[in-house]
């Protein structure tokens, strides 16, 4: 099979996959979380967790979990979160994955939590740390919303950070949003408060890029035959890998031959 046409057929899975997600949305989630920063770490440790949001793709019906919240639930003073991470972090994650529990079933939609290094493998990673047991989320029902943009619209349907630029050029709301860096410092900082406002402004972005994609009304950079999955490459493709096309265009042309030779003699 020819690259346009393994093409074509990743975006019209990733399509239907998205299809089918948006006519199921009350049982879809859209997940985000905000971790002390991946980068440049020299102890190998994984990320710290700092909170996590979970929104109900229908109804809008956020869970979040947090270090500062569960600081509060215990009557634990904020300048003391720091101290008591571990046992707070490791109760945090405790009631992310009661709530993962009760809703396996459910789809996942995420914007690129694939590894260990940020994604569901890390969050797990990080209760296994803390001797916590995770719920596993099972591969078929994580759909990684950045990848199947990329799916759909091409490689270059926006520029980086690609998140951001949609949010640019789709005039979505981000107040309270961080970047990477943002966050990052924030959680020097120890603005534990800020982290967990932006971990909900992103899972609400989400979900509008979601929505927008699934009704077709998202703004990108893709050209039209990007934008729908058509490329005049194609067509050689399917005249080359299929032996049916490949018939009726050589009849076609012995046609054309034939009648040519008849209007010279």
């Keep these: 099979m020819g690259k346009e046409l393994k093409r074509l057929k990743r975006r019209k899975s990733s399509q239907g996959k998205l299809d089918d997600i948006w006519e199921h949305s009350n049982s879809s989630l859209i997940v985000h979380y905000s971790c002390e920063s991946f980068y440049d ?6 990320p710290r ?11 809008g019906q956020t869970e979040s979990f947090s270090i500062h919240k569960v600081a509060e639930q215990q009557k634990l003073p904020f300048d003391e979160i720091d101290e008591n991470y571990d046992e707070l972090e490791r109760e945090m994650l405790g009631e992310y994955f009661e ?6 079933h459910f789809n996942w939609v995420h914007w690129n939590m694939r590894d260990i290094n940020y994604g569901f493998a890390a969050l797990e990673h990080r209760f296994r740390v803390l001797g916590g047991e995770p719920i596993i989320i099972a591969e078929d029902r994580k759909f990684d919303l950045a990848r199947a943009m990329v799916s759909i619209y091409g490689l270059g349907y926006i520029g980086h950070p690609r998140l951001q630029k949609l949010i640019e050029k789709n005039k979505i709301t981000d107040k309270g949003f961080l970047s990477g860096k943002e966050e990052a410092d924030a959680f020097e900082q120890k603005d534990y408060i800020k982290l967990h406002q932006s971990t909900l402004r992103k899972a609400d972005i989400l979900a509008n890029i979601f929505e927008r994609t699934a009704d077709g009304s998202i703004k990108t950079n893709s050209s039209w035959f990007e934008q729908y999955g058509v490329h005049p490459k194609i067509l050689v493709e399917i005249v080359r890998d299929h032996w049916l096309w490949s018939l009726v265009v050589m009849v076609a042309i012995g046609i054309g031959l034939i009648s ?3 209007d010279l003699f």
């Design 41 to 46: 770490r020299d102890d190998g440790k994984t």
């Design 49 to 59: 967790v700092t909170s996590i949001a979970v929104r109900n793709l229908a109804s």
């Design 99 to 104: 709530f993962v529990r009760s809703h396996q």
């Design 260 to 262: 040519r030779a008849a």
